[in-house]
């Protein structure tokens, strides 16, 4: 089987590095911790994470890309399968879940197919990307099968219903949900 050339997305130098190191470390996450073995996958989560308060839980498996640019409040709950597309910065604030296979995404790629794959020669040689943070406020509830996209903010004490594609920012003290997401009503 030929393997994608990992240059097309991270060429040579400390962003790649980083990268499979996230990778290797998630991997081992994931793989070859004991389910109640909290302290070998807090040991894991502070080399990946950019930082988090007390009381985190990650339920494996758990997927990021860089790790370093998430940050999460005490109390925080992530359940199995959520995937961070880290490239930019994703805060969530403390005393929020998020439902099994919620995604979040900060890497977005442009519109126009000559600017997403750059040429030189005839070859592909990069793939154009860009990000925007993702920001999660307190006491979140975040329901299962959730996207939420680049440069989104979801307020405090927010409930977003499973399935929903967060595309807009919601404000505090609602309940939102559906494709695009929308207000449904305040709490």
């Known amino acids: 089987m030929e393997h994608c050339n990992l240059d097309l997305f991270l060429p040579e130098g400390p962003l790649r590095e980083r990268y499979i190191k996230t ?12 389910y109640m073995d909290f302290a070998a996958k807090e040991k894991i989560l502070r080399q990946v994470l950019g930082g988090f308060g007390k009381n985190v839980r990650i339920e494996a498996p ?7 640019n998430i940050f999460l409040g005490d ?11 880290d490239g930019s910065k994703i ?22 197919p000559n600017e997403r794959i750059v040429k030189e020669n005839g070859e592909c040689v990069r793939v154009g990307c860009a990000s925007d943070p993702i ?3 307190e006491n979140c509830w975040i329901g299962g099968g959730t996207i939420i996209t680049p440069g989104v903010t979801i307020g ?32």
């Open 156 to 187: 405090d004490n927010v409930v977003v219903g499973a399935g929903s594609i967060v595309t807009r920012d919601i404000p505090s003290n609602v309940v939102a949900a559906g494709a695009p997401c929308r207000v449904l009503r305040n709490i």
């Open 75 to 85: 109390n925080v709950f992530i359940n199995f399968n959520c995937t961070f597309l």
């Open 135 to 137: 920001t999660i406020g």
């Open 91 to 112: 805060t969530i604030g403390g005393g929020t879940l998020l439902a099994p296979n919620c995604q979040l995404y900060t890497a977005h790629h442009p519109i126009m």
């Open 62 to 68: 758990f997927f990021c890309d860089f790790g370093e």
């Open 23 to 34: 990778r290797d470390l998630m991997r081992e996450y994931n793989t070859s911790i004991a």
